[in-house]
């Protein structure tokens, strides 16, 4: 059983959020800390001019609603949003709360990523905790 869990959430249309949730709910111990986290990747300058002025400050706020409710069917949950890169910001973020499971989703890959999704593959390779993988 783990005490301090980490859920990486993606709002992509193959995301399988409630089976990660629901495999942190039952590897948790009673008083287990679950946190959802979801990173927003930086938009590259050349496509931000395409954009709504507010676009990052509202797709944001949408997250953190998001994020807030999930977190709410959860015993000592909390939904986080942070910015930079999937996979290293995921393994920042597990190593400075300590974490000692990450339950992630990974993807259909294709070749390039041969076994597992780009970020889930980089989460399995070197996070300093155990890692939970959903297929």
Known sequence: MYSNILVPISFDSDTK???????ARHLAKPEARITLL???EHVPGYAITYLPAD???QS???VEAELH?????LPHGRGVVVE???GRTILDYAAEQGSDLIVIASHR?????????STASMVVRHAACSVHVLR
Do not use: F, K, N
């Open 17 to 23: 959020t409630e089976r990660a949730i629901a495999i």
């Open 38 to 40: 979801h990173v927003m």
């Open 55 to 57: 676009y990052v400050t």
């Open 60 to 62: 944001r706020a949408a």
């Open 69 to 73: 409710q999930m977190a709410l069917t």
């Open 84 to 86: 930079g890169h999937s």
């Open 109 to 117: 890959p294709g070749m390039s990523d041969l076994l597992l999704g």
